[in-house]
């Protein structure tokens, strides 16, 4: 792996003997040489400018690398059951449910939130639901066909 910061410090030691050599071809008025030196001189700067971005992009670059990972490392153990994901190991559950369309539409685990009635679930990010969990599926689908709920008339 590259080390920026050793560039970063290269570059600036750069400027430093620049500033040095600029000062000694000043003293013995060289005045050619002492132009071609500011030309350099500020083409260092630039390339200062331009380390300063590539650091930015690079942090950037691994932070969206970390969530790749987690996401991929979150979809090993996401396992679809009961209209939900959730994250399965060694064949348990230990975290859901979750909201699918919020992970199928942008690889977000959001879980759902339980409604005042057992069984039913909505996901307070894409406002989708209701999701019908648990073994009380029967009267889940009674309060359904019901009418809206409370959930709904808030929207
Ligand atoms: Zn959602």
Known sequence: MVNIGAITTAVSGSVGVLKEIGSIAKRAGNREINEHLLDLQQRIIEVQGLLTELISENETLRRRIAELENAAKTEGELKFEESAYWMVRDGKRFDGPLCPNCWDDKRKSVHLTPNESR???????????PFIIGEDKRASIAFVSSGPSKFNEVL
């Open 119 to 129: 069984g039913l679930y909505y996901c307070g990010v894409c406002k989708s639901g």
